[in-house]
């Protein structure tokens, strides 16, 4: 069985610095590289970013929920929020060939998640958004 | 995230160290929004201590970017690390940006 990290953290961005820690902690038993934290930050970084600042229809207290377990052909992400529904998966790229001044601002954040990660996979159940993700180790 | 500004003749050198984030974007913006109020046109932005970058980071920089495309100022970043250089390629931001492999380079180019 491969070792489970959970973590459940509020609606908060200075919550992610403790996830993150972590994270860190996880990477560096299972002796994880630069590039693969690098890109884990990254791809906690942009979805818990956006569930924190866009997910919510309300002000209140709300929990996500993220689970990191690993093995050695695969690291697999889940995150759980109860924010309203948003399907990353369906989502259309952004076209990333535009000169700059056509680029528009912002829109990249899921693009780098579904780049850098081998599978992003979504599920609304409960009323909750769910997110499994997964980064292949093996060459 | 740390940033210490110098001068570089008429160059304003912003050099990041740690993580442009989230949490940490809007420092920079408002160091670029500073420097552009005081008439600075040139700037050059060190990713040498820089370990981490985010679309936040980004955003800002594009921000930046167009900005001094319209008052015909200059953006170079300079001393990317591989792992930021691939978030710059995913995002499509390396042929939109200057980019040089030295804070030396950086000023040669703009000078």
Redesign the interface.
């Known amino acids: 069985m491969p070792d489970q990290l959970a973590i459940e953290i509020k609606n908060d ?2 919550e ?2 403790g996830l993150f820690q972590a994270l860190d902690q996880y990477g560096k038993t299972y002796h994880f590289s ?2 693969l934290l ?1 890109d884990l ?2 791809v906690l ?2 979805l818990l ?1 956006n569930v924190i ?1 866009y997910g919510y229809d309300d002000k209140g207290d709300h929990r996500i929920v993220v689970c990191l377990s690993s093995n050695p052909e695969e690291v697999v992400l889940r995150v759980e929020d109860d924010g309203r529904p948003f399907n990353p998966v369906t989502r259309e790229a ?8 056509q ?1 528009p ?2 829109g ?2 899921i ?2 998640v579904k ?2 990660m081998d599978i992003v996979e979504y599920a609304r159940e409960n009323d909750k958004n769910i997110l499994v993700i997964k980064k292949k180790l093996a060459d | 995230m740390e940033i210490q500004e110098d001068k570089r003749g008429d160059i304003t050198v912003l050099s990041l160290a740690g993580r442009l984030d989230t949490n940490t974007s809007g420092s920079l913006e408002q160091k670029l929004i500073e420097a552009l109020d005081d008439g600075v046109t040139k700037f050059i932005v060190d990713f040498t201590q820089l370990d981490y970058i985010s679309s936040s980071g980004l955003r800002i920089l594009l921000m930046a970017a167009k900005k001094l495309k319209e008052i015909n100022g200059a953006l170079v970043l300079s001393s990317l690390s591989a792992h930021v250089k691939e978030v710059f390629d995913i995002a499509g931001f390396t042929p939109i940006f200057t980019l040089a492999s030295s804070l030396d380079e950086a000023v040669a180019g703009i000078a």
Not at chain 1, 94 to 101: F, H, N, V, Y
């Open positions: 961005l200075a992610i610095e630069s590039k690098f930050h990254l970084d942009e970013t600042k952004p076209d990333t060939s535009q000169a700059l001044e680029k601002i912002g990249l954040g693009h780098l780049t850098l």
